[in-house]
């Protein structure tokens, strides 16, 4: 941000929903956008624009009213563009002031989880490796059914052409906001202690698919031999983000993935 002086890709923020605000959406969708394309991913973006000062008051005054908005995609880039500012502060732009954000409704975002690939059972047998995850997990074989978590608590597994499903056993023991998120329990009862995967972003041993994709994907990867095991999360909610962010909280690693996501380089702010 500092070298090219703008940015390219708006932080996603959240708000509670607004009657007044999704009716003032609603009537403007009805006119003539200014771009309307799909890209070559066959997503649609649609942009109208609103610049009247009548329209921008009103706007203001409503979101005036919400107490909180909570960023829920671009924390980094949020973060990045506090550090410029404390950087540039004394240069006498205004534009630093702010960073380019897309406010959406909580009903309209869409939150999908990551699962998580792994190369290698950190030595142990197959066999032993399913006798550790049952300390912590009830363990039903699916055989070869597609199956994925259909409830908080609940994780998937598939190795050795077969999926399983896994219940963690010790719900009620795990007290805190942080400890209770699916991300953490599979991380403190599995990849960390049993796999030795410390570093969630940087160890070479683990890599994240997003839940959107077909969990096939995974069954690929990993029956290619490219990776040893593979497991399916049940998505997080916007509450649990909100209360993580209430209470000072962050969140694991690759723990969400949100949409909707805007094309990169579709709007531009410069600084």
């Known amino acids: 941000m500092h070298q090219t002086g703008f940015n390219t890709e708006p932080v996603l923020i959240t708000y509670p929903d607004s009657t007044e605000i999704n009716t003032f959406i609603a009537i403007h969708k009805k006119s003539r956008p200014i ?8 997503e649609k973006h649609t942009l109208w624009k609103i610049d009247t000062e009548t329209e921008i008051n ?22 990045s563009a ?30 999908y989880e990551f699962n ?11 066999e032993e490796f399913v006798k550790l995850l049952a300390t912590n997990f009830v363990i039903k074989d699916k055989k070869r059914e597609l ?15 077969r999926f399983y499903a896994l219940e963690y056993k010790h719900k009620e023991n795990r007290k805190g906001i942080l400890e209770n998120l699916d991300a953490q329990i599979l991380y403190d009862t599995v990849l960390h202690p049993i796999l030795g995967i410390g570093d969630l972003r940087n160890d070479e041993r683990i890599d994240y698919i997003p839940g959107k994709q077909a969990i096939i994907h995974m069954k690929e990867m990993i029956d290619e031999g490219e990776f040893e095991v593979g497991f399916m999360l049940y998505p997080s909610d916007i509450k649990e983000i909100k ?9 694991p690693p690759k723990s969400t993935y949100i949409e909707p996501k805007f094309r990169s380089g579709l709007l531009v702010y410069e600084l």
């Not at 771009?35 to 066959?42: D, H």
């Not at 404390?86 to 960073?99: A, T, V």
């Not at 998580?116 to 197959?126: E, F, P, S, W, Y």
């Not at 199956?147 to 052409?161: C, R, S, T």
């Open 147 to 161: 199956w994925q978590p259909k409830n908080k608590n609940e994780f998937g597994m598939y190795l050795d052409g």
């Open 243 to 251: 209360l993580l962010a209430d209470n000072n909280l962050i969140m």
């Open 116 to 126: 998580r690939v792994i190369q290698d059972l950190n030595g142990h047998t197959k």
């Open 82 to 111: 506090e550090m410029l500012f404390d950087q540039d502060k004394n240069s006498g732009n205004p534009n630093l002031n702010y960073f380019m954000s897309f406010l959406i409704a909580e009903s309209n975002v869409k939150i």
């Open 35 to 42: 771009y309307e394309f799909a890209t070559t991913n066959k």
């Open 58 to 79: 009103l706007l203001t005054e409503h979101f005036e009213a919400i107490p909180d908005l909570y960023i829920a995609d671009g924390h980094h880039r949020s973060a």
